[in-house]
């Protein structure tokens, strides 16, 4: 990860820089969205959109439940 913005909060925009195999800018992509649901410890929804493709923006969702002290994280990208 070359660079982070985040504002975590419902409507809060964030946004990833990351290197590929190199890090030149060729290999380099930039991921953005916007946050949509936050409800911790339970849920987190946000959009996925690359920048600079021709792709349609999609959803990226978080569920986490604690039983017993472990943890279980389903992640749901789609769209």
């Given at each position: 990860?070359?660079?982070?913005?985040?504002?975590?909060?419902a409507g809060g925009k964030w946004?990833?820089?990351?290197?590929?195999?190199?890090?030149?800018?060729?290999?380099?992509?930039?991921v953005c969205g916007r946050y949509?649901?936050?409800?911790?410890?339970?849920?987190?929804?946000?959009?996925?959109?690359?920048?600079?493709?021709?792709?349609?923006?999609?959803?990226?969702?978080?569920?986490?439940?604690?039983?017993?002290?472990?943890?279980?994280?389903?992640?749901?990208?789609?769209?």
């Amino acid at each position: 990860m070359l660079h982070a913005q985040c504002d975590l909060q419902a409507g809060g925009k964030w946004r990833v820089k990351v290197a590929g195999a190199s890090t030149d800018e060729v290999s380099c992509s930039t991921v953005c969205g916007r946050y949509q649901t936050i409800e911790p410890p339970h849920l987190l929804t946000y959009s996925w959109i690359r920048e600079n493709d021709d792709l349609p923006e999609t959803l990226v969702r978080w569920d986490l439940t604690e039983k017993d002290g472990y943890t279980t994280v389903r992640v749901t990208h789609s769209g």
